[in-house]
């Protein structure tokens, strides 16, 4: 099987993080991954990106993280793929499919609401999960999910932002309204007891194929034994 992160972030981009792209790269190496999916915080949320800079500056410091991530995994054998992170008030979206021309392109994008943002990444031929739908937190103005027609997937088990509550609700919600389950770490520190994400039969050729396992119910979903026999 070949194991992909869904979920984790890079310091300095995000503000929450404290490992290079570098270093994230080499520990998912190690741990056997065959690849990993970038998703920083954007500039709504824990993002470290100085204030007052133009578009492209900002851009290109959001961008950087995943650019050194996919330097170090091309040098040492580790697919890395570009998402990240949206939020609205709080509520967090992983977002897969966009590239980081479209990024640099599209000044203002972070800027909008949940269904705006669908719209666009819809529009865009990309992937909208919600991230982690019932974590509480003073900076969360609405914790649950937002409208299911608004969203292609939904993150049910996450390792550092979930606990067992949150991620069982989750999964219910996912069930509820037969959307597509995905699983991940929201990895934000190298040193982590274990780790989480999804597991395909075939590896990846880009992030497409890994949209596709998520969404056809292919992508076996990495979750600690514990609580494995409850997942499905
Ligand atoms: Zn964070
Ligand atoms: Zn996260």
């Not at 954007?42 to 050194?68: Q, V």
């Not at 943002?117 to 919600?130: E, I, K, P, T």
């Not at 990846?204 to 494995?228: C, Q, S, V, W, Y």
Request: net charge negative.
């Amino acid at each position: 099987m070949y194991q992909y992160e869904t979920h984790m972030h890079t310091s300095p981009v995000s503000y929450c993080a404290s490992v290079s792209p570098e270093e994230q790269v080499r520990a998912y190496k190690d741990r056997g991954y065959a690849g990993i999916i970038v998703t920083d915080h954007f500039f709504n949320g824990n993002s470290a990106c100085p204030k007052g800079l133009s578009w492209e500056d900002a851009a290109a410091f959001f961008l950087s993280g995943y650019e050194r991530a996919k330097t170090e995994g091309d040098k040492i054998g580790l697919d890395v793929f570009f998402g990240m992170e949206y939020a609205v008030f709080g509520t967090e979206f992983l977002t897969y499919g966009l590239t980081p021309e479209f990024v640099r392109t599209n000044p203002a994008m972070d800027k909008l609401s949940p269904r705006e943002f669908s719209a666009l990444v819809r529009a865009n031929g990309a992937y909208l999960a919600q991230a982690h739908p019932y974590r509480t937190g003073s900076w969360i103005q609405n914790p649950y999910p937002v409208d299911p027609a608004l969203i292609d997937g939904v993150e049910i088990y996450n390792v550092c932002s979930g606990n067992e509550t949150t991620n069982g609700m989750a999964r219910q919600f996912a069930r509820r309204h037969k959307l597509p389950a995905q699983a991940g770490t929201d990895s934000h520190s190298a040193e982590l007891p274990f780790t989480s994400g999804i597991a395909l039969r075939e590896k990846a050729r880009n992030i497409f194929d890994i949209i596709e396992a998520i969404k056809t119910g292919r992508a076996e979903l990495m979750i600690p034994e514990d609580t494995h026999g409850s997942i499905r």
